[in-house]
């Protein structure tokens, strides 16, 4: 026990910087579907100890050479990767990844963290396709995140609230949610970081005061 031990992200997490992540993809096959949008959003913590959002980091990418476009899955999500507005802006996977692992790197440093995790909702399906992508990209050694580790508000909301879907978990945290901006990385990730904050920041199962003056240097696998 170390009762001077710095507030701050690392000491809440295990050393662990948690991000929330959100992908849009062109079907449901981490190896062969496309990876079309991804966000993150790295969590960080005030003075009191309280979780809240730091800077969006987002892209928009293009497919890589050989994906597959599932036209139900463009459809859902309202996607157009032939769109031109889209094409102009977006980046090829190995580029965006390496842009987005090196501020996340950043980040990380600064507040103390040794790794990020990777938080989600549904966290696994969204690891998969940032796993299959960084393997394709040979960005392995660029990458921040925890291989395998997750925190997924699915699992949160469902202790919390007794409810697994996004849209209608952040409405029983009284947290707005319009279903006409949801499918957008961007948006999805913002809603899920504000539902892992509001959850977090309003649980009595683990006292920040006790865990905060609690310091690890437990490097092991989770």
């Known amino acids: 026990m170390n009762d001077t031990a710095p507030l701050g992200i690392a000491n809440r997490f295990r050393g662990f910087l948690p991000v929330v992540v959100d992908v849009e993809t062109a079907g449901f096959n981490a190896q062969t579907d496309a990876l079309l949008e991804i966000a993150c959003v790295p969590i960080l913590m005030d003075e009191t100890g309280k979780l809240y ?56 440093k600064q507040h103390g963290c040794r790794q ?3 938080v989600g909702h549904n966290a696994h399906f969204d690891l998969g396709f940032l796993n299959a992508a960084i393997t394709r990209t040979n960005s392995k050694n660029h990458s921040p995140f925890h291989a395998f580790s997750v925190l997924d508000t699915a699992s949160f909301a469902a202790l919390a609230y007794g409810h697994t879907v996004l849209a209608r978990s952040c409405m029983m945290a009284g947290i707005e949610f319009d279903n006409s901006h949801a499918h957008s990385a961007v948006y999805d990730t913002q809603k899920t970081a504000e539902l892992f904050c509001h959850i977090v920041n309003h649980s009595t199962l683990l006292p920040i005061a006790d865990n905060l003056s609690e310091q690890t240097n437990d490097t092991a696998a989770m």
């Open 53 to 108: 959002q730091g800077e969006v980091l987002n892209a928009h990418i293009e497919p890589f050479a050989g994906a597959n476009l599932e036209p139900a899955a463009l459809k859902f999500t309202g996607i157009n990767p032939d769109s031109p507005i889209r094409k102009a802006i977006s980046e090829d996977e190995k580029t965006a990844l390496r842009r987005i692992f090196k501020a996340l790197k950043a980040i990380k």
């Open 116 to 118: 990020c995790i990777l």
